[in-house]
């Protein structure tokens, strides 16, 4: 009995040390400040981002967060002074930072953590690194509480910072030796009216090499080529007059081949209009009249105007509000005006930073009380009169599901039609419930919003 009292006992101390210090998450991540390789040179010093995801909602006394300790990895030292600052969720907080042995920064909080929140935390400091080489130098963070006693196990490392880099505790070091320059590299002025210049060079065969640094006019504009097998690269919406370019590979940011030899060029106006956008579409809700692209393929848009016409009033003209400058995959613009019974067409175009204008894309858009066209036709490549369009407003002041019955002249149902919430139309192309195109003749529509049903006559002509 006494052995399994003591056994108890210390199973209930394990759980409760498990308890106390087990309820705050971490995962974190560290960085070279300004790149995405977890890469650094020998012997050198390098500015260090640790970030860190911390998650205190669930969050248990003496797990008040008071100092935030990294242990670098043998060779790695820093100094007090090397600590440039923390940030919780992008706003600066305050602490200072003790050095222990070189190797151990440890970050005090002036105001320990005690809320229940779930935030970023992004220490950076410069560092030493050894001048031997490492292919996996592993760093160590952790969270101590106000009596200086650690919070849980060391941060797991992971996804903190929400960007494509490192995502892991830790750093390779690699040798101190530049890569060789950059050979080939050429500057080309566009010739169709575009003001871009493209840049060609012969890929670096130095298995180190990380990607090319692109510089326009010295200094003025750098250019981060992140693929060590790119040989080329296309500066778009450059200023007219005469410009310089070089080039440079590397291994990390701080350790770049010499320039290559300045290439000038002289960049013309932009006069080339832009491509117009893809794939618009145009479809009646009931939130108005959704007007839907995709981009245009060329790279120098800077907005999208949509342009609205009706029947015999001539050119489509812009519409109030229908510029759009965000920079998406994919566009939608509403036209919620009340839009009388007749036909309509929407048109969209694409907009350089020369003010140069894309031809127009367009769709017409018919507004009618009663299916149309009548007779249709399935067979026709144009869907103006290869399907038949049936609008709810053929029932006006009616709510309710929308659907469509369709039958043949002996009463059998052909196909059954059901609009999604929102829709306002349906469209049959001629096809029956099982994929087949139906015969020529008179079929027989039953259309219904709600409680409300309206039937008529269509005519198939194959």
């Known amino acids: 009995m006494k052995n399994i009292s003591i056994a108890l006992i210390l199973i209930g101390s394990l759980l409760l040390n498990a308890n106390s210090y087990g309820a705050v998450t971490s995962v974190g991540e560290i960085n070279v400040v300004g790149q995405k390789?977890?890469?650094?040179?020998?012997?050198?010093?390098?500015?260090?981002?640790?970030?860190?995801?911390?998650?205190?909602?669930l969050a248990e006394p003496g797990e008040e967060i008071k100092i935030i300790e990294i242990t670098m990895p043998r060779g790695f030292l820093t100094q007090s002074s090397y600590f440039r600052g923390i940030s919780?969720?992008?706003?600066?907080?305050?602490?200072?930072?003790?050095?222990?042995?070189?190797?151990v920064l440890r970050v005090e909080l002036a105001d320990a953590i005690v809320d229940f929140q779930n935030s970023l935390y992004e220490i950076t400091f410069e560092c030493q690194t050894p001048n031997t080489l490492i292919p996996e130098a592993v760093f160590r963070a952790r969270l101590r509480n106000l009596q200086d006693g650690p919070i849980g196990e060391f941060i797991r490392p992971g996804q903190a910072d929400g960007k494509l880099n490192n995502d892991d505790?830790?750093?390779?070091?690699?040798?101190?030796?530049?890569?060789?320059?950059?050979?080939?590299?050429?500057?080309?002025?566009?010739?169709?009216?575009?003001n871009d210049v493209t840049l060609r060079w012969q890929k670096s065969e130095d298995q180190d090499v990380n990607g090319y640094l692109i510089y326009r006019d010295k200094d003025d504009t750098t250019i981060d080529v992140e693929n060590r097998s790119s040989t080329t690269f296309r500066d778009v919406n450059v200023p007219l007059g005469n410009h310089t370019y070089q080039i440079t590979a590397y291994k990390t940011l701080f350790l770049q081949s010499e320039r290559s030899p300045i290439q000038m060029v002289n960049v013309s106006a932009d006069t080339a209009a832009p491509d117009p956008p893809t794939m618009l579409?145009?479809?009646?809700?009931?939130?108005?009249?959704?007007?839907?692209?995709?981009p245009s393929i060329s790279r120098d848009v800077v907005a999208y105007r949509v342009l609205f016409g009706s029947s015999g009033s001539g050119e489509p003209e812009p519409l109030p509000n229908g510029e759009i400058r965000e920079v998406k995959t994919e566009y939608r613009f509403i036209d919620d005006r009340p839009l009388s019974i007749g036909s309509f067409t929407y048109a969209v175009i694409a907009i350089d930073?020369?003010?140069?204008?894309?031809?127009?894309?367009?769709?017409?858009?018919?507004?009618?009380?009663?299916?149309?066209?009548?007779?249709?036709?399935?067979?026709?490549?144009d869907e103006d009169f290869n399907r038949v369009v049936f609008p709810a407003r053929t029932l006006e002041e009616a709510s309710g599901e929308f659907t469509v019955l369709i039958f043949d002249i002996d009463g059998m149902l052909v196909k059954t039609l059901t609009a999604l919430p929102g829709e306002t139309e349906l469209i049959w192309d001629g096809h029956d419930e099982s994929g087949e195109i139906v015969e020529s003749g008179v079929y027989v529509y039953q259309l219904q919003v709600g409680e409300s049903f309206k039937t008529g006559t269509l005519i198939v002509a194959k």
């Open 88 to 103: 919780r969720d992008g706003n600066q907080i305050v602490a200072r930072a003790v050095v222990s042995g070189g190797s």
């Open 353 to 381: 930073e020369a003010d140069n204008k894309s031809a127009p894309v367009q769709k017409k858009l018919r507004i009618f009380d009663k299916p149309y066209p009548n007779p249709f036709t399935p067979l026709s490549p």
């Open 37 to 57: 390789e977890g890469v650094v040179p020998a012997s050198s010093t390098v500015p260090l981002l640790v970030a860190l995801v911390i998650d205190r909602s």
């Open 169 to 194: 505790f830790t750093l390779q070091v690699i040798p101190n030796v530049p890569p060789d320059p950059v050979i080939g590299f050429t500057a080309e002025a566009d010739e169709t009216g575009e």
């Open 281 to 294: 579409s145009v479809i009646t809700s009931s939130d108005g009249v959704e007007v839907l692209w995709k």
